[in-house]
């Protein structure tokens, strides 16, 4: 049961990103070149990456006490929602290569964001504080990538980026 939790996750990620956009998954699988402390931070994505995944498949859904089952579930649930919208949002960037268009209104990485409020659902119906502790480490180490990605899109789009990150928050 617990790895049918994790079928939404790739179905959106990859089949539906691949479905509305072929390129826009090599995009999503880009890692902006690193400088100092972000080569570390992505060793430590990619581990913890691939730690929740294959720890997930150890991990049994409580059911008790209800209300932390149904408050996982809810947010959850609102992570599917948010990694539909996000990845439909990220297929379809303006003419210029720039995501300005639905939840990239409102934050600069849904994705990310979409990602932990997904797992944190996860966390709260398993009640496995070492998954609470590989999210967070992801959490943590996906931070630095995405200023890697900030100063690389800088580079390549210019001030138009720059006035996008004046408007837009990082996360929410």
């Known amino acids: 049961m ?11 990620r990859f089949g539906l990103l691949s479905l509305l956009n072929k390129e826009a998954v090599g995009r ?5 070149p690193l400088q100092g402390n972000e080569k570390t931070a992505c060793i430590f994505y990619q ?3 691939i730690a929740i995944f294959v720890y997930i498949l150890f991990l049994k859904v409580s059911c008790t006490p209800a209300w932390l089952f149904f408050t996982g579930l809810a947010i959850y649930i609102a992570g599917v929602i948010l990694l539909l919208i996000s990845v439909v949002n990220f297929a379809s960037p303006s003419e210029n290569g720039i995501n300005k ?3 990239y209104r409102v934050s600069r990485n849904p ?3 979409a990602y932990f409020v997904f797992f944190m659902g996860y966390v709260l119906m398993t009640q496995s504080l070492i998954l609470l502790a590989l999210v967070i480490i992801f959490q943590i180490s996906a931070h630095w990538i995405i200023l890697s990605e900030e100063r690389w899109c800088m580079e390549k789009f210019g001030d138009e980026y720059v006035q996008y990150l004046k408007r837009v928050r990082r996360y929410i």
Request: charged share 5%; hydrophobic share 70%.
């Open 111 to 113: 994705m990310y964001v």
């Open 28 to 32: 999503a699988a880009y890692f902006a």
């Open 2 to 12: 617990e790895i049918l939790l994790l079928l939404p996750f790739f179905l959106i």
């Open 101 to 103: 268009n639905g939840l």
């Open 47 to 49: 581990i913890s990456n």
